[in-house]
């Protein structure tokens, strides 16, 4: 499991740490990611953890809090649509290497993501990954490239995150995510879960286990503010009756509380929902804390 240490970082960065570093995170993802990577771990899955479009590592970061000490972050961003490539960067690698825990796990591949092929990411990370985020390029043509390098680089049980897929403002996310889906290294992988703008997908019999892990953990935490609208659209639905995206069940995450944070630290968008929204709290509402809400749900499982 992780140390004490690297819980309370967790806990700090999902809850407010990920504010301090720019870039483009909803909490609700920062909540769920850590949420599936602790389970990971409690079910002995091995694996690196990786990212396609870096930035300045506001999502990266929270890969690195979620690895062991064994495992390795890698990084991929030709930093072209930087103001300072080689500052973000080094900015990165400060950051990682300023924490006991994520110090010396960083690989930075600074080269062009649609021309690396798997053996180039096996050079560092010859063990495959349990957790890849998706997010460089947001034309149709990247996208498809991305993912399918990205699929071929998974362990079985590993989670690959699709950034962007209802991001009005880049329409070829969304289809270059459904031709990944549909196209023959696509067809084995199946979404599961959406969730602050990030589509989560797995193989065909994880992405059922993570899919009823994560109903087990609303339907015991409906209460609490991240899942009350989720836990209420479910109670909506017909019996066993879900979103489907590609013919897979899907939980759609929807969190009132959303927001995103501009570059200057200060929220800037209060989110569009995909259903409805009851209620619009502001930037300041408190979640519970994610590592003792996984541990509960851990306890009451066992
Ligand atoms: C939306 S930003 C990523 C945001 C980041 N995930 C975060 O947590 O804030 C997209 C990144 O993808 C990178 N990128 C775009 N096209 C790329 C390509 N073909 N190869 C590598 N990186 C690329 C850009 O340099 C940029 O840093």
Redesign the pocket.
């Known amino acids: 499991m992780l140390s004490s240490e690297q819980k309370a970082a967790l806990d700090d960065y999902v809850n407010i740490g990920h504010r301090n570093t720019p ?3 909803w909490q609700s993802a920062a909540y769920i990611t850590a949420l599936l990577g602790m389970k990971q771990i409690e079910d002995g899955l091995d694996g690196n953890l990786g ?10 970061y929270l890969l690195g809090l979620l690895s062991r000490p064994e495992e390795k972050v890698v990084g ?7 103001p300072d490539p080689e500052g973000f960067a080094r900015r990165v690698e400060n950051r990682f290497n300023l924490e006991a825990s994520t110090a010396g796990k960083l690989t930075l591949i600074k ?4 021309k690396l092929t798997p053996e180039r990411v096996r050079q560092v990370a010859p063990e495959g990954f349990r957790l890849f ?1 998706v ?3 947001h034309l149709c043509d ?1 996208v498809l490239s991305d993912s399918q390098l990205v699929s071929q680089l998974m362990v079985p049980g590993g989670i690959m995150i699709l ?1 962007d897929i209802l991001n009005s403002t880049c329409p070829g996310v969304i289809e270059g995510t459904l031709e990944f889906l549909k196209s023959p290294q696509g067809s084995d992988f199946a979404p599961f879960c959406l969730v602050g703008n990030k589509l989560l997908v797995s193989d065909k019999a994880s992405a059922e286990h993570y899919r009823q892990y994560l109903l087990q953990v609303i339907h015991e935490n409906k209460d609490a503010s991240i899942f009350r609208d989720t836990a209420q659209t479910i109670s909506d639905f017909p019996e066993g009756v879900y979103p489907k995206l590609c013919g897979s069940d899907l939980i759609v995450i929807t969190w009132s509380g959303d927001y995103l944070i501009s570059d200057n630290g200060a929220p800037v968008l209060i989110r569009t929902k995909v259903c409805d929204m009851h209620e619009m709290n502001g930037p300041d509402v408190q979640l519970p804390p994610v590592v003792s809400l996984f541990e509960r749900s851990a306890a009451v499982a066992s």
């Not at 991929?76 to 930087?82: A, R």
Request: glycine share 16%.
């Open positions: 870039g483009w995170l990212e396609i479009g870096v930035w300045q590592g506001r999502y990266l991929i961003d030709s930093f072209v649509h930087s080269e062009d993501s649609t985020s997010d460089g390029g990247e950034d």
